[in-house]
């Protein structure tokens, strides 16, 4: 008799979960039938989704705007406005018939593109803490994740020195998450300079992820490496509505790129997933034609939120610089002696706040020594948590 063969999956979808993950569920496992608990894990906009958007997807449906989009790659107007303000925004030009397509998200739009660049065995650099889905794209695609860390000496900017360490035969590709998951940094135009200059030495495509490019304080301005001279023959740019428009729910955003290469983007995109969401789309669409007051508004509360959290965590001893960009704190709670595990456990189980440790998104030693708290909560509930948790670093000091 054959062995029965429904018992064993595949391996890699068995090891989807990142074991780093563990630390999280850990951490979570200590607010398990806890109620007000106050959570500063998730990187989920509290925000809804602005009125004008959601009136738009609700006259999509009521059109009957319900079937599949074609061409596949997204609606013409869309396009056409995604065109718009990559060239108004970011600074370079795009055909929107040849160089634009819309996806499920930014996840989809990095998976597609590892799907659509990396060979068995092709190497990727990634900024190490890292965004894990972007991680596993490179694995699923055959390619190997290559890690530079972020180091708390440059404001966890990626060191373009590093980088240039990190390249071999094998590798294939920058991936640059701008402003960045989970640290909050924000890269300067020298560092992308250089990021380009390593990238054309080399010969190097530049991957990335600019989910968070609306998401930018204290002045500071967000530069797409693909508007920098020679840069986007060799940029693949990834952007997204979840966190600007706070549209997370609504799996929609778009990928960049030159035309060769959305050539066969394209077609894996048409192929895997057909087309992105109609009704989505025409929710896009409203959002980057309509007024940015939403997201302008957004991102002071963001800002204010920022500054209330970093100044109140670091007069506890939990030492941050407020960062540039994004929306989490990635902080210092190495005086306490503890693991970032045990410390974001004890805030979870005595303070009912929850925060994540800097383990869960690094292979480095160091991130032992962080834990990062989103700002996705109103600023009253931010006055509390800090309570909360004064009341336990007191008891530590
Ligand atoms: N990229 C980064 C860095 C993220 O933090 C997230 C979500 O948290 C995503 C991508 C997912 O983006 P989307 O909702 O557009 O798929």
Known sequence: MTADRISSLAKRAEDIKSPKFGVIAEVRKCIEGLTDVINLGYGEPDFPTPMHIREAAKKAI??????????????????SAIAGKVSRKNGFDVDPSTEVLVTAGV????????????????????????????ALAVIFSGGIPIYTELK????????????????????KAILLIDPNCPTGSLLTMEDLNA??????????????????????YDGAKHYSIASFPGMKERTISTFGFSKSYAMTGWRVG????????????????????????????????????????CVEEMRRSYESRRNLLAAGLNKLGIVCNPPKGSFYLYT???????????????????????????TAYSLSKSSDRYVRF????????????????????????
């Open 62 to 79: 009521d059109e009957g705007f319900t079937h599949y989009v074609l061409p596949p790659e997204g609606l013409p107007e869309l396009r």
């Open 107 to 134: 996840q989809e739009a990095i998976n597609h593109t590892m799907l659509s660049i990396l060979e068995p065995g092709d190497e990727v650099i990634i900024a190490d803490p890292y965004y894990y889905s972007h």
């Open 152 to 171: 708390e000496n440059r404001d966890f900017r990626a060191d373009p020195e590093d980088i240039e360490k990190k390249v071999t035969s094998k590798t």
């Open 195 to 216: 990021v380009a200059q390593i990238a054309t030495r080399h010969g190097l495509f530049v991957v990335t992820d600019e989910i968070y490019e609306d998401l930018v």
């Open 254 to 293: 778009y990928v960049v790129g030159s035309k060769d290469l959305m050539r066969v983007l394209k077609e894996v995109h048409a192929q895997l997933t057909i087309c992105t969401n109609s009704i989505s789309q025409k929710a896009a669409l409203t959002a980057l034609t309509g007024s940015q007051e």
């Open 332 to 358: 210092d709670v190495s005086r306490f002696n503890l693991s970032s595990t045990e410390f974001a456990k004890l805030l979870a189980r005595d303070a009912k706040v929850l925060g994540y440790p800097g």
């Open 374 to 397: 989103s700002l996705t909560t109103s600023e009253e509930k931010l006055k509390e948590a800090l309570e909360r948790i004064s009341s336990v670093t007191a008891e530590l000091s």
